[in-house]
């Protein structure tokens, strides 16, 4: 068997469709989650800070917890793990329902399940990255992570627009909806078989072994240079976050302008994903991976230029596409370079660094725009993305020079 193998082959790992459903089956509830809480939210309280505050109470248990939630990971049985915290995300979900349905919530009570949503996901996250090295072979492993990654972009197309006609039936209908698709998800964990034996770590818990994940990414320049590139990337080129401004302010729309812009990075995501798929990256995984980042630089000014609808989306599409092949390169890089005993701690510090370029770029982008204007901010974030890409090329050439990524191997 071997990378040239065709696509359909992966299924014949059976731990892998039910990883599959539950990472789908939770991102979907999340997503409609996500668009039920906002809309309630903003119903009682009428208040653009109340929404702000969701974001921050979820954020922030991430940002205390992540660094130990990653060393229990490598110290026990990761399925566990994330199954107990998708039956806590369903038992939140229940109280969000019954609290909506009996007229007793209110922001505090909503702030403070989502708190400890926030805590749930700081542990399942480092645990359910670590699912698909343990089910595939490494030859294998870019197709699974482009089949999770398409399936993810899916999600994220259909969720907040269910959510939104889910809603219509009221908050605690969409509640319970949620409360299902945890379930499901929960159970479909729970069924995961791993082809690989995990290796854990024997380590006492302290604050030296839950910075070895750190001190693991720096002693790799090809890891490094992967997760810092993203991190740049996505703060600097924090064009979603504009959204908002470019369809009612230069495109002149309705919130349908809105949608369909949301939309468009995940489609162009969607269908490249399904492209690697069936022809996975084989060779020149680093230029692969600098290249996408060059179009997402290219691509973002190209939409911060756009007065016109259909261009707009346009670069909005090639920008999520160019995304996903960074995202495939870097995943391969993380998972397949770390030694498992590592896995849990390593995946911790990516989601961190990850996590927090999305909010980080999302409040630089804010604050650059009211300073310079949105077309000015967006604009200049593309420039600043190609400028990071060709400083890294020089600075971790390892990175640039990375070849096949079924070859890689733990040193």
Known sequence: MNSQ?????????????????????????????AVAIGWQIYDITHSAKALG???????????FLVLPAGHLSDQFNRK??????????????????LGTYGGWLTPGIIYLLLMFFGCTRAFEGP????????????????????????????????????????????????????????????FATSTIRFQTKTIRSTTAM??????????????????????????????????????????????????????????????GALIVSVILMHHPIKS????????????????TIGFGLSKNLMVSIFFLAILGGADVVSVVVRSALVQLRTPDFMLGRVSAVNMLFIGSS???????????????????????GGIGTILIAMIWIKIFPALHQVNQLEQLKPD
């Not at 600097?236 to 908002?244: C, R, S, V, Y």
């Open 127 to 186: 645990c359910q990255k670590t699912f698909l090295v343990n089910i595939v072979p490494s030859h294998y492993f870019p197709q699974a992570t482009a089949l999770s990654s398409s399936l993810f972009q899916a999600v994220s197309i259909i969720g907040p627009a269910l959510g939104g006609v889910l809603y219509s039936f009221g908050a605690d209908f969409t509640y319970m909806i949620c409360v299902i698709g945890f379930g499901i998800a929960a």
């Open 53 to 63: 505050f969701v974001g921050l109470v979820i954020f922030l248990p991430m940002l």
């Open 80 to 97: 566990v793990i994330v199954t107990i915290c998708l039956i806590v995300e369903t038992f939140i979900a229940i109280m969000l329902a």
């Open 206 to 267: 302290s604050i030296n072994t839950m910075l070895e994940g750190i001190r693991f990414i720096f002693s790799k320049p090809d890891i490094l240079g992967a997760i810092s590139l993203d991190l740049f990337a996505v703060l600097l080129g924090g064009a979603t976050a504009m959204l908002p401004i470019y369809a009612n302010d230069i495109l002149h729309g309705s919130p349908f302008y809105l949608g369909l812009l949301r939309a468009a990075p995940a489609i």
């Open 284 to 299: 020149k995984a680093g230029k692969w991976m600098f290249g996408a980042v060059f179009v997402f630089g290219f691509a």
């Open 358 to 380: 999305n909010q980080l770029g999302e409040f630089e982008s804010g604050m650059l725009a009211s300073w310079i204007g949105p077309v000015s901010c967006v604009v200049f």
């Open 5 to 33: 193998s065709s696509f359909g082959q992966i299924f014949q790992y059976p731990g892998l469709f039910a990883a599959l459903m539950g990472r789908t089956l939770t991102a979907l509830a999340t997503q409609t989650l």
